[in-house]
């Protein structure tokens, strides 16, 4: 994975707060895991500012490089769809998204969007844990022809999804990470020391 260290991991922290995207309790998460703390990062394109910010966040991880070898963006139902949608419009990007379940009615697509073989595509989301998402938006769109090489987030969890992801010829690029998250709200003093451990409890990269 690529992490790149950002001088606005404060702002995201603080939009994190604000927008009321983080929360403690008992989750099941989409993996099938289940946690003590949920990242609902769908909250925030319901707030306009914070929705921009983040697009800025994501834009910082898409170095030249990466946006110029893809040919298309995907997006990951639902949440990545959306930021998705954004970064595609502003990097003149055709729009691909996946769907979690195959279409039964029409031409019965799961990838949604022109997509030719041999096309490389980026795919986005907002939140990874194990990649069980992206790896099921990847194979979809690798079983249309598409190429598929990078998948970017906002946020790693660090449940394993980079090294899943390595195992399927995928690299991840994230803004930040969990740990790194954790440890900013702890020094800001905005959760406490057993959320803190909750927090790192769950992280095994």
């Given at each position: 994975m690529v992490l790149l260290v950002s001088t606005r991991l404060d702002e995201f922290c603080?939009?994190?707060l604000r927008t009321g995207s983080l929360k403690f309790g008992t989750f099941k998460l989409a993996s099938g895991l289940l946690s003590p703390y949920y990242v609902d990062?769908?909250?925030i394109p319901s707030y306009?500012?914070?929705f921009q910010q983040t697009i800025d966040m994501y834009r910082s991880v898409l170095e030249p490089?990466?946006?110029k070898r893809a040919q298309r963006f995907a997006g990951v139902p639902t949440a990545g769809i959306a930021y998705a949608a954004v970064l595609a419009l502003n990097l003149?990007?055709?729009l691909l998204y996946v769907r979690k379940e195959q279409k039964e009615h029409g031409r019965e697509k799961k990838v949604e969007g022109l997509l030719q073989p041999?096309?490389?595509v980026l795919i986005l989301d907002d939140v990874v844990?194990?990649?069980k998402s992206l790896l099921e938006a990847a194979e979809a769109i690798r079983g249309e022809g598409g190429i598929v090489d990078d998948a970017v987030v906002l946020l790693d969890r660090q449940q394993g999804a980079e090294a899943n992801l390595r195992k399927k010829r995928m690299k991840l690029h994230a803004f930040t990470t969990m740990r790194r998250i954790a440890?900013?709200?702890l020094n800001l003093g905005t959760i406490n020391e057993e959320q803190h451990k909750e927090i790192l409890s769950q992280i095994i990269s």
């Open positions: 603080n939009i994190l990062l769908r909250l306009p500012e914070a490089d990466l946006v003149s990007k055709p041999g096309d490389k844990t194990t990649g440890d900013k709200l």
